[in-house]
Every structure is written in C-alpha cells, then in structure tokens.
Nanobody, 121 residues
C-alpha cells in the first residue's frame, strides 16, 4: 500500500512561486495516475492537476491552467506541482492522490497528509 508525503508548501506574496512535491513512502508511484487537489477553509476539496504514470498526459483545472505545471521524475519517484503567479485564491491545503487512472483520481484511498500554501496580497 503506497503512502504519500507532500512537501514544499509555504507562505508567499501574490505573484510568487512555489513547487510542491509528492513522494511515495512504503511503495512506488510509478504505476499510478497522480493528482493534486486543494481544499480552502469552508470549501470542498477540488482537483487542481494530474499526470499519468508515463508523465506524457496531464490535466488541469481551469483556474490554474497556464500558471501551474505538473511533472514527474520517474528516477526520483516524485511528482511535482510548480505553481507560478500565485494569487490569494490559491491559498489552501494541497494534497496529492494516487489512483489507477484519471477516472479514479480523488476517489482513491491513497492521500497524503497535505501541505499548506498561503498567498498574501
């Protein structure tokens, strides 16, 4: 059973950048579709971006397309979320999720503990 560990969150000003990492502990991400989700206070968790096991297909929420970029380093068994041009609306706890496919991302039981991203104006 794969366990996920997120890192890279922090506090930045509007327009800043952060790179989040999602790594596996006790297993491997190599065969999974990995998605990033976020949950702001008082809101439901929402899909942000996802990438397939080969790293050649990605998906983005409309709100982040063109600002966020997802990638995976197979040699490091890690998935990254590069977040640029951050806005206060991006403030949330960010989670990664590993699933068998895009259709199952967010439904899979494999979640990390989350990492806080705070963007101030």
């Amino acid at each position: 059973q794969v366990q996920l560990v997120e890192s890279g969150g922090g506090s930045v000003r509007t327009g800043g950048s952060l790179r989040l990492s999602c790594a596996a502990s006790g297993g491997s991400l190599s065969s999974y579709y990995v998605g990033w989700f976020r949950q702001a206070p008082g809101k439901e968790r929402e899909f942000v971006a996802g990438i397939n096991w080969a790293g050649n297909t990605d998906n983005y929420a409309v709100a982040v397309k063109g600002r966020f970029f997802i990638s995976r380093d197979i040699s490091k068994d890690t998935v990254y979320l590069q977040m640029n041009s951050l806005e206060p609306a991006d403030t949330a706890v960010y989670y990664c999720n590993a699933a068998a496919s895009y259709a199952q991302v967010g439904v899979s039981e494999y979640w990390g503990q989350g990492t806080q991203v705070t963007v101030s104006s």
